[in-house]
Structure formats: structure tokens, C-alpha cells
């Protein structure tokens, strides 16, 4: 029992990528939704403003889950041209040193010599790794998670203008929602990196507007 490989419990997609990409939709919807004079928009103009932002963010959210593939495939190409530089390696101590290079600096720094040498002999006596990397199903379904999260924002700040006949009212409770969702994206992005929740929650708010602002004033 005790040499029973340790199964991971890696998610499909971490809370901080989570948060990524709420933030990311929010954004890309917002830029949207500022952009709109409400002093003299009529329905058209909200018509048009909603087919953009919802058409933006799903298209955005295909094309950012098309770049999650492309990392995967990078990442899963890194490990196995790692795998097989360690067992072509021409002595242990070669070996050695690319596999501390391959694991997080904290494990790195308590692993000794016998520890690495553990870890290459059972890197040795693992079966001839593929020619090259390919997706599995965790992947895909990391894609589609980053489609959902980028696609989903875009509904709450875009619903007040499907049931509000007030375009500012309308814009008011927009940016309400909005404020709320960044302020909650920063207080769950606090707990993934040991920070005070309402200062980072406040901070994201703040950040939010100022990248907003930006994107609207590049023309973005």
C-alpha cells in the first residue's frame, strides 16, 4: 500500500484561472456597455450595443479557450522532452539537475541527491513516452470551462438592458452588477493569494474601471 502511486486532484480549471477569466469577460463586456451615450441612446442603440457585447465575449471566449489548447500542448511538449532528457542523460548527476530544474523551487530546495536519484530511476522504468503530445479529455474540458466563464459574464451586466425600457436606469444597474461581480472576482482571487479579501476586492473594482477606461479610450 505504501508504494501506491499518490492519484492528483488537479481541477479541470483552478479558482485563480476562474477568476482570470470572469475578469476578462467583465472587461471585454464593460467596454461595451461604457462606450454607450445613454443621454440620447435609443432602442436600436441598445439593440446593437447587447449583439456586440454578447457576440464579443463568444467569440473571445472560443478564441481564449483555442490559446488554453495551445498551452497545454506547450506544457505537455516541455515535460516530455524533459522525460526523455533525463533517461538520454549521460550520468546522474546530468539528471539530476534537470529534473530539480523541472519541479517548483520549494520542492527543489529539500529534495538530496538520493531523493533525485529515486525520482530518475523511476522516470527510467516508466514506458517509451509518445512521439508527441496530445490533448485528453481534462484538457478539452478546460477549454470549454474557459468558453463558459468568458461567454457567461457578459449576461448579468447585459440583462438590465433586456428588461429596463431606461436606458440610464438601465446603465445604473448595469454598472451596479459590475462593480458587484469585480468586487467578488477580487475577493475569491484574495483567498488563491493570501491577501485581505476586502482590500483586494476594493482593488479590483478600482483596476476594473482603469482598464475599462483604457480599452475605451484605444478604441478597443
Request: charged letters at 20%; one cysteine or more.
Amino acid at each position: 500500500m505504501m508504494n501506491e502511486p499518490i492519484q492528483t486532484s488537479k481541477r479541470v480549471l483552478e479558482p485563480n484561472e476562474r477568476i482570470s477569466e470572469v475578469l476578462f469577460g467583465l472587461i471585454m463586456v464593460l467596454t461595451f456597455t461604457g462606450s454607450l451615450s445613454v443621454a440620447d441612446a435609443g432602442r436600436d442603440d441598445v439593440r446593437t450595443m447587447l449583439i456586440g457585447a454578447i457576440g464579443c465575449n463568444l467569440a473571445w471566449g472560443m478564441i481564449d479557450g483555442v490559446f488554453y489548447l495551445m498551452g497545454c500542448l506547450a506544457e505537455k511538449g516541455k515535460n516530455l522532452d524533459t522525460l526523455r532528457a533525463v533517461r538520454q542523460a549521460g550520468d546522474p548527476q546530468a539528471a539530476h539537475r534537470l529534473i530539480a530544474d523541472a519541479v517548483p523551487s520549494p520542492l527543489a530546495d529539500v529534495l538530496d541527491a538520493a531523493d533525485l536519484d529515486r525520482l530518475r530511476q523511476k522516470l527510467n522504468r516508466l514506458p517509451e513516452p509518445p512521439g508527441r503530445p496530445r490533448l485528453h479529455r481534462d484538457e478539452w474540458l478546460g477549454a470549454l470551462a474557459v468558453f463558459f466563464w468568458v461567454s457567461v459574464t457578459t449576461f448579468p451586466v447585459a440583462v438590465p438592458f433586456l428588461f429596463l425600457r431606461s436606458a440610464p436606469v438601465a446603465m445604473r444597474v448595469s454598472n451596479a452588477i459590475a462593480i458587484a461581480m469585480l468586487f467578488l472576482a477580487g475577493f475569491a482571487y484574495a483567498h488563491c493569494v493570501g491577501r485581505s479579501p476586502w482590500l483586494v476586492g476594493l482593488s479590483m473594482v478600482g483596476l476594473g474601471g482603469v482598464l475599462v477606461a483604457l480599452t475605451i479610450a484605444l478604441g478597443g
